[in-house]
């Protein structure tokens, strides 16, 4: 195995590789790995250039600790996709081909463009259930692309460019809501943040992480909030920033809270990082952050904190992850290449990720905020409760990030605060009701209706 014990803080030219993880490499031959994906059956699937340059899509024996070439395809696939134990999807050279026969043949059904992307929704999901993205072909916009028909046909999706500021879309990633109240809902990120449809990816609107140029999200995940509440979360980049930052959104992506710092040296590398929630381990809470350089940092308290635990084993250069996954056990398991030689391959932790230790007892918060009532037509209140004295401003946020009323700001003593919320002049939608004081922020969600 590879690896050891990791350190509390990162060194200034990061985590020695392996460090924080036992780690196993999976399989020959070699490979440059790029994608994985689960098989319906439980097998393990990647592509990539071999250590004798011969470039394939593979399947992992477990027992024989082999990669065994599956397909027909003449070169490695960009990404593959299962939709069903002999119906796979596969984006080669930008375009999208499709089998029926476990990949034995192929047909070309959609000429796409932009990044190696495709996201298949879970069935029965409402809205979207079903539906695969991929990037669009459209040479300027390059936003995604739906299939209502499991890949047959592909629809670019629309972008109004007065809403978003540029015809310059360009996404990077997609997810759709599975859990909650926004489930059905799809998320993509790109060059310049994040975008949200709730007509199942045929149109999109900008989140209030949107800013041209400015912010890159590569990365979008489901996990759980301290509430047990349904949270994504994002890696994303800023450009006033040099590092990734995570952010995690409690509204299915409309906002999100303020983001925090993952440091890690870049070297020129320029991939996005992957995410990789724990509650299939039995851990709801916990979410593993994996960088470009194979750095891994973690939540345990649905993103509040991030500490540091470990790097992948990736060597020093330009090698870098590429993918992130969790096994039905447990175990992290990576894909790792390189630019311009072959080498690397997939590794996989030796044994599951750890629990997290027991948290410390709950104590009282500082601050807390209550709604009520919620919905509302036109009146509703807010109510606060502050462990000490000092300045309280509360106020309205809409779905943008943008303020849009402000109920109170001044002094207020400590304990309970309740003030009336005249609503009738906010359009009808969903809102964050805010309140800042010196002992923190809290914040609520307000539904108005109309």
Known sequence: SLGGSASAQPASGGLPPGEGFDWERLGTPAFDADYLTFAPDGSLWSAGVSIHYASATYVYDDAADTW????????????????????????????????????????????????????????????????????????????????????????????????????????????????????????????????????????????????????????????????????????????????????????????????????????????????????????PRSVLAILPRGHIYRTDDGGGSWSLVGRAPVPEGYDRVREAVLDAEGRLIVSAARNGTVVNGVFRTVEPVPVASASAPPTVPDLSLAVEPNPSTSRTAVRWRQASAGAARVSVFDARGREVLVVADGHCPSGEHRMEVDASGLAGGVYVVRVVTPGGTASGRLSVVR
């Open 68 to 283: 065994r070439d599956t397909t027909s395809l003449t070169s490695a696939p960009d990404d593959l996709a299962f939709l069903g134990p002999d119906t796979l999807l596969v984006r080669f050279n930008n375009d999208i081909n499709r089998s029926v026969d476990g990949g034995e043949t192929w047909e070309d059904t959609y000429d796409a463009g932009g990044e190696e992307l495709l996201h298949v929704v879970p069935l029965g999901v409402r809205r979207s259930g079903g539906r695969v993205f991929t990037t669009a072909r459209h040479r300027y916009t390059n936003g995604l692309a739906y299939s209502t028909d499991r890949g047959r046909r592909f629809t670019e999706s629309v972008y109004d460019s007065s809403l978003f500021g540029t015809r310059d879309i360009r996404a990077w990633t997609a997810l759709a809501v599975t859990r909650g109240p926004h489930a059905g809902r799809v998320l993509m990120g790109g060059i310049h943040g994040i975008a949200t449809s709730d007509d199942g990816g045929e149109s999109f609107r900008p989140s209030a992480l949107w800013s041209l140029y400015h912010y890159g999200t590569g990365e979008i995940a489901e996990g759980e909030g301290p509430d047990g509440q349904p949270r994504l979360f994002s890696i994303m980049t800023d450009t006033t920033h040099p590092y990734k930052l995570a952010t995690h959104s409690d509204d299915g992506g409309e906002t999100w809270s303020a983001p925090v710092s993952l440091p890690e040296p870049q070297d020129g590398v320029g991939d996005r990082g992957g995410l990789v929630w724990l509650g299939p381990a039995g851990q």
